[in-house]
């Protein structure tokens, strides 16, 4: 696969960025970075050994703060908005797969009691992933209510 000189530019901005970010917090990591072409996004993947819970944080919350500061400094720099993803020690796959078992189970357990099933607590990606988990269950319905802190999703049956 043949790179484009911008795609390579942002591949050694985002690499650079992030070493120096992770330097900056006093983690030795070496973040691998990559294009995904697919998905038109840079993966940040980094094998953090013993320090995997210090990057990725309570709920995830440090992880998604680290992706958050290097896609505004990418987007600083770079002046347009540039799609980039941390991963650390295969945390999002593993976030997925767990959200994707807990609608499952909500699912099975809307069927089984007939009543809705509240989801509380949920991040924004995670509600996404519940939906889109349950979205081809022809008798299954997800709506996100609420505001902020008290946004929650609710599982039911269609009508």
Known sequence: MVKSKKEDSNLELIKNTS????????????PKVEYD???????INVEAGDEAGLLIGKKGETINSLQIVINQIIRQ?????????????????????RMEELAEQTA?????TGTPQNL?????SQRRV??????SESDI????????AERCLIVSKKA
């Open 141 to 148: 319905k997800t709506e996100s209510v609420g505001e902020g």
């Open 108 to 112: 099975a357990r809307v069927r089984e």
């Open 77 to 97: 720099k770079k002046n347009e908005w540039v799609r980039v993803v941390v991963n650390v020690a295969d945390f999002r796959e593993k976030e997925k797969s």
């Open 37 to 43: 072409k697919e998905n038109d996004l840079y993966l």
């Open 19 to 30: 070493e120096k970010l992770f330097s900056l917090i006093g983690v030795g990591v070496e």
């Open 120 to 124: 509380y607590n949920l991040t924004p």
């Open 130 to 135: 519940v939906h889109m988990a349950l979205a």
